[in-house]
């Protein structure tokens, strides 16, 4: 354990455990060996000043795309571990920064959330971007507990 | 009307009919313009010998991608004439030919089909194409009539 971790409880906790094993897995090259949790996770904060230097319209990069799907990828990794069905996200991006991120579980939507404007994709904070995350969980496993014949399609 | 509807009344038929409809709306230089129904989906049409002769291994391109969508937008387009309900196609192919098809209406996967060697899409002949259509329409329809409440979610 990093002195990050004992120095913030929020690093610790489930969701951002599972965001840091999710940037790993795309990190072929091993660049984030040996770096604290809040350096693994920096380029999601993205503060009003910095958003308001990101141009209006841009579009969006392979990188930041991968770590948005890194961020639902990690929701579904999420609501899979609490309900013990398997979730799958499926991430649809256009060019110009328009799509649409799906969570499924069985023959259940759990999660359906319309991504716009991703090149400025980002969290005022870490704490922000998991209270995002809990509130996305706890639907998805709502929705889950009141049709779990249809999630266990 | 030209010829070809008065020959074969498969193509008069509703899924023919959108699928010509989604063909044309992805011909932004109006290739298609007069040509018969026949030749605009002659590009479905892959025999086995054709599919013998394409090799195993291949990317697809942006215009079979586009020919791909096309089919699971008609699909999505006559489950929601049928129902009266939205109902969203969504698609993700990875480059390497592989992927996941997914019709949603409301909270509900109405169809959900995974993709692969998508380099060699095609139907042996217009008619399986509707067979396969048919079959997809009949189980998505299935499954709304099942659960309409998660379908009007």
């Given at each position: 354990?990093?002195?990050?971790?004992?120095?913030?409880?929020?690093?610790?906790?489930?969701?951002?455990?599972?965001?840091?094993?999710?940037?790993?897995?795309?990190?072929?090259?091993?660049?984030?060996?040996?770096?604290?949790?809040?350096?693994?996770?920096?380029?999601?904060?993205?503060?009003?000043?910095?958003?308001?230097?990101?141009?209006?319209?841009?579009?969006?990069?392979?990188?930041?795309?991968?770590?948005?799907?890194?961020?639902?990828n990690a929701i579904a990794s999420l609501v899979?571990?609490?309900?013990?069905?398997?979730?799958?996200?499926?991430?649809?991006?256009?060019?110009?920064?328009?799509?649409?991120?799906?969570?499924?579980?069985?023959?259940?939507?759990?999660?359906?959330?319309?991504?716009?404007?991703?090149?400025?994709?980002?969290?005022?904070?870490?704490?922000?971007?998991?209270?995002?995350?809990?509130?996305?969980?706890?639907?998805?496993?709502?929705?889950?507990?009141?049709?779990?014949?249809?999630?266990?399609?």
């Amino acid at each position: 354990m990093n002195q990050a971790v004992a120095q913030d409880p929020l690093l610790s906790t489930d969701f951002i455990q599972e965001m840091v094993k999710q940037m790993r897995a795309i990190d072929s090259y091993g660049t984030y060996d040996g770096w604290p949790v809040e350096r693994i996770l920096a380029p999601y904060v993205v503060t009003k000043e910095q958003r308001r230097a990101i141009p209006v319209i841009g579009d969006p990069d392979e990188i930041l795309l991968s770590r948005i799907k890194a961020f639902y990828n990690a929701i579904a990794s999420l609501v899979e571990k609490e309900c013990g069905l398997m979730a799958v996200p499926m991430i649809n991006i256009t060019h110009e920064g328009f799509g649409r991120a799906v969570i499924t579980v069985g023959k259940l939507v759990v999660m359906d959330k319309t991504l716009r404007d991703v090149h400025r994709y980002g969290y005022e904070s870490l704490s922000k971007m998991k209270d995002e995350a809990d509130k996305l969980l706890s639907v998805a496993l709502e929705i889950v507990g009141k049709y779990p014949e249809v999630a266990g399609m």
